[in-house]
């Protein structure tokens, strides 16, 4: 059996986390994140099920292809459509 070769990512506001490495064919996105040094730091996000491949949420059981990005995303503090209107109350009041 092959290796594949996958990168991880997480995003945190304090840092960048990012790990390559390779793991056997056939690999789930889930055994890729908890083989990482980042499931450490990403320990809610990864319980949430907040993951994707290139940008794409993902289940855990998704199999894992030769050069996929791992993506750990952090959950949304606020509803960006709440924020970019909160934006403008604040830009209107300031005029």
């Keep these: 059996m092959a290796d594949i070769n996958i990168e991880i990512v997480f995003m945190h506001p304090e840092n960048a986390y990012f790990q390559s490495f390779r793991l056997p064919e056939n690999s789930t996105l889930l055994q890729a994140i908890l083989q990482s040094e980042i499931h450490d730091v ?38 960006p459509k709440t924020l970019r ?11």
């Design 42 to 79: 990403a320990q809610s996000s990864i319980q949430a099920g907040l993951y994707g491949i290139w940008g794409n949420i993902q289940s855990g059981d998704t199999i894992l292809q030769d050069g996929d990005r791992v993506e750990i995303y952090r959950p949304l503090i606020i509803d």
């Design 85 to 95: 209107r909160q934006r403008s109350k604040q830009r209107n009041n300031h005029e």
